[in-house]
Nanobody, 124 residues
Framework: QVQLVESGGGLVQAGDSLRLSCAAS????????MGWFRQAPGKEREFVAA????????YYADSVKGRFTISRDNAENTVYLEMNSLKPEDTAVYYC?????????????????WGQGTQVTVSS
């Protein structure tokens, strides 16, 4: 069983930055394939970014590429999402998750463990 706890959300203005953290339990965290998703009111959960275990290869949604950076600290069992140049359309609840080894980084259905989410609100 893996437990995930997100933190770092808040209310900011357009153009500001935030860094989200996701602390994970599990002795093999370095092998976890980690992803960030978000869900705005009335919308489906959507992929934001992901990072592989091992090499730390990263993946981004087109909507955040160049503005968001995903990273991980295996010594701290933590994955981060650095968000810059925030826009009102980035407003959502942000979730981190652990992907099934056989799945796709981009598909929420391929993630087995989820955190409780952290709210990010960007005002214009």
């Amino acid at each position: 069983q893996v437990q995930l706890v997100e933190s770092g959300g808040g209310l900011v203005q357009a153009g500001d930055s935030l860094r989200l953290s996701c602390a994970a339990s599990g002795r093999t965290f370095s092998t976890f394939r980690m992803g960030w998703f978000r869900q705005a009111p009335g919308k489906e959960r959507e992929f934001v970014a992901a990072i592989s275990g091992g090499t730390g290869t990263t993946y981004y949604a087109d909507s955040v590429k160049g503005r968001f950076t995903i990273s991980r600290d295996n010594a701290e069992n933590t994955v981060y999402l650095e968000m810059n140049s925030l826009k009102p359309e980035d407003t959502a609840v942000y979730y981190c998750a652990v992907r099934d080894p056989r799945g796709s980084y981009y598909n929420a259905n391929d993630y087995n463990y989820w955190g409780q989410g952290t709210q990010v609100t960007v005002s214009s």
